[in-house]
């Protein structure tokens, strides 16, 4: 027999980037919130992520701007190789790129614990609940029942005015919203990642996208240079194509990899900038594999009193350093529903006309033409041999592929710096009965 625990009007299920700063913005607004979490306990997960100045101007309104200048770093360029050294584009981000707001390279661990601790210390530690994953919701004439199951397989129920899944890609909300569903969609790409301590490149805060579309190799750094060592934490990924008949194993979503798994696959890349490719990569402690995926855009997110945020909603590939970021907007923009419309099923609805639209998009633009595609058409036009990049394509054509994915993202430079706060100081939200 389940038991009932106390009621929220909000409950959010998940304790993720986008799920704790939804329960920051509730706090901000004067609602109460739950967050429930599946894992017995939060610990910094993961590699490094890129949060773009949209994402930063929001986290800067919760009070977090000193947070990230810790953790992080200020990204201040980004540039595209051929796998043969040939510099591509190459293009100022951030402050340096005329935003109001930076963009930081973080660990994604580091930025969740930093959400969770401010969290604690603001809601207090009853807020966030592990071992609490949700299995089920029932919608109510009064809001949402859900079924909470701890560590140990006992279950709670738990009524609320609102549900939130923002309980990731394999989300159990989705999942009973969407039967039927199914895994995850594998690209045929597979992702090795790592961290790994060493000299930084170039200007110390730059990120690299080197060879094309089958082969592609990242790096940029999550930390300054130690001032004893002089070595930073140097974020990588290493991406390689594979025939979606061959049968790898794919399912298996964080295998710990080795060196010898991949690395003659890069046999030959040199860059000016990087001292020895294979000498970075052997650097790393831990390397982990993951297929990329994602999944086709929903064509609702809402259930009534049921809503999604962040990955459960729109898992895309992380080809436009995006990811993270949007599930920050989407947890601002639901806030904002919420001052508008109260906390009820009307802003659910309003939040979901305003963000599935956009967000669609982007997961379909991510599989064909994300922002780094421009190093497939270099391939694909000289095999990455050049001299001259003029030679290959145009400013312009560089210029406006470029610029229509931050159009799409919406970080467009002009429209973002001109756009009113999502959530104005001081703003309330009533809980609707």
């Known amino acids: 027999m389940s038991r009932v625990i106390n009621d929220n009007p909000v409950i959010v299920a998940g304790g993720g980037i986008g799920g704790l700063a939804l329960a920051l913005t509730c706090h ?250 294979e000498t970075l990569v052997r650097g790393a402690e831990r390397i982990y594999e993951y297929p990329m995926v994602d999944r086709d855009p929903l064509p609702f997110w809402t259930d009534r009193s049921v809503t999604l945020l962040g990955d459960a909603a729109h898992v895309m590939y992380p080809v436009g350093s995006n990811g993270a970021s949007q599930a920050v907007v989407d947890a601002r923009k639901l806030g904002r529903a919420f001052v508008d419309h109260g906390v009820g099923a009307e802003a659910l609805a309003a939040y979901e006309d305003e963000m599935r639209p956009a967000t669609s998009e982007m997961v379909l633009r991510n599989r064909n033409a994300g922002p780094d595609y421009i190093m497939q058409i270099v391939e694909d036009r000289c095999q990455g041999v050049f001299d001259d990049i003029s030679d290959v394509m145009s400013n312009e054509e560089l210029t406006d592929y470029a610029a229509g994915y931050k159009k799409t993202a919406g970080f467009a430079i002009a429209e973002l710096n001109a756009s009113p706060e999502v959530i104005p100081p001081g703003s309330r939200a009533v809980v609707n009965q």
């Not at 190789?81 to 580091?110: C, K, M, T």
């Not at 930025?111 to 809601?123: D, K, N, Y």
């Not at 109510?140 to 549900?163: F, H, K, Y």
């Not at 990588?236 to 003659?264: C, H, M, P, T």
Request: aromatic share 8%.
């Open 28 to 277: 901000e607004l004067g609602v109460p919130v739950v967050v429930l979490e599946a894992v017995a306990e939060l610990r910094p997960l993961g590699v490094g992520i890129n949060l773009q100045p949209n994402a930063v101007r929001e986290l800067q309104a919760l009070g977090l701007g000193d947070d990230l200048n810790r953790i992080g770093v200020a990204t201040r360029g980004w540039s595209l190789y051929s796998r043969h050294g040939g510099l591509i584009w190459n293009e100022p981000r951030g402050v340096d790129a005329g935003y109001r707001w930076p963009q930081y390279s973080v660990h994604r661990g580091e930025l969740q614990m930093t959400l969770f601790r401010s969290a604690v210390e603001r809601l207090g530690p009853a807020a966030v609940r592990t071992s609490a994953r949700v299995v089920s919701y029932t919608n109510t004439a009064s809001g949402v029942t859900i079924e909470v199951e701890d560590g140990s397989g006992e279950r709670a129920t738990m009524n609320g005015r609102v549900l939130i899944g923002a309980d990731g890609i394999h989300s159990a909300v989705r999942a009973q919203m969407h039967p039927g569903e199914g895994e995850p969609l594998w690209s045929g790409h597979l992702m090795w990642r790592a961290t790994t301590e060493a000299p930084p490149f170039l200007d110390g805060a730059t990120m690299v996208l080197c060879g094309h579309d089958s082969t592609k190799f990242v790096a940029y750094p999550i930390s300054e240079a130690h001032p004893k060592t002089g070595n930073a934490t140097i974020n990588w990924l290493a991406e390689q194509r594979f025939d979606l008949s061959d049968g790898y194993n794919k399912e298996d979503y964080s295998r710990q990899a080795l060196v010898d798994d991949f690395i003659d696959i890069y046999k030959g890349w040199s860059f000016s900038w990087l001292e020895d490719l």
